[in-house]
């Protein structure tokens, strides 16, 4: 029984479109110039233009003067939540109420090991945890210390490719 249904598929009525021939006729609607146009670069072989060449006309992002540079100072972080925090102390994830880096690399908080972690306030905190981490937000700070927890902030060195 089932090889007779296998038998029988058929795409849904509508759902596959023929592609259109082009270049194949008069009376197909698309013969002659096969929707190219007359000469020019574009109805030629091989015919590709950028995607922002305009013509000959100076392009859109030359036209807009630059601005702003890139910091070769910036500070990357780790942005991990207080509600993250309290989500994975239920969990069952932090056995000795102590968390650091490379305990929430370890938990799936962060998914890089090498750039610093920075605590943010978003969110409530139940739980009385020390926390080790790059940067703490004030309101972080404020609400791991307000349930009798500990805010320590540890330095960006980073040794064999492991975060302290």
Do not use: C
């Given at each position: 029984m089932a090889a007779s249904l296998l038998s029988n598929l058929h795409y849904a009525k509508g759902s596959r479109k023929r592609v259109k021939r082009i270049g194949r006729g008069q009376g197909?609607?698309?013969?002659?110039?096969?929707?190219?146009?007359?000469?020019?670069?574009?109805?030629?072989?091989?015919?590709?233009?950028?995607?922002?060449f305009e013509g000959g006309q100076m392009p859109l992002i030359r036209r807009v003067p630059k601005f702003?540079?890139?910091?070769?100072?910036?500070?990357?972080?780790?942005?991990?939540?207080?509600?993250?925090?309290?989500?994975?102390?239920?969990?069952?994830?932090?056995?000795e109420s102590k968390v650091n880096p490379r305990l929430l690399y370890s938990v799936g908080a962060v998914s890089k090991k090498n750039v610093p972690i920075k605590i943010l306030g978003d969110g409530e905190l139940k739980a009385t945890l020390e926390v080790s981490a790059h940067a703490f937000s004030k309101t972080a700070m404020q609400k791991i210390e307000g349930v009798g927890g500990k805010a320590i902030t540890i330095s960006h060195s980073v040794n064999h490719g492991k975060v302290n």
């Amino acid at each position: 029984m089932a090889a007779s249904l296998l038998s029988n598929l058929h795409y849904a009525k509508g759902s596959r479109k023929r592609v259109k021939r082009i270049g194949r006729g008069q009376g197909s609607g698309h013969g002659g110039t096969a929707t190219r146009g007359h000469k020019g670069a574009g109805s030629r072989s091989g015919a590709k233009f950028r995607p922002w060449f305009e013509g000959g006309q100076m392009p859109l992002i030359r036209r807009v003067p630059k601005f702003g540079f890139h910091s070769p100072f910036k500070k990357e972080f780790q942005i991990v939540n207080l509600e993250t925090l309290e989500r994975l102390s239920v969990a069952g994830k932090f056995p000795e109420s102590k968390v650091n880096p490379r305990l929430l690399y370890s938990v799936g908080a962060v998914s890089k090991k090498n750039v610093p972690i920075k605590i943010l306030g978003d969110g409530e905190l139940k739980a009385t945890l020390e926390v080790s981490a790059h940067a703490f937000s004030k309101t972080a700070m404020q609400k791991i210390e307000g349930v009798g927890g500990k805010a320590i902030t540890i330095s960006h060195s980073v040794n064999h490719g492991k975060v302290n």
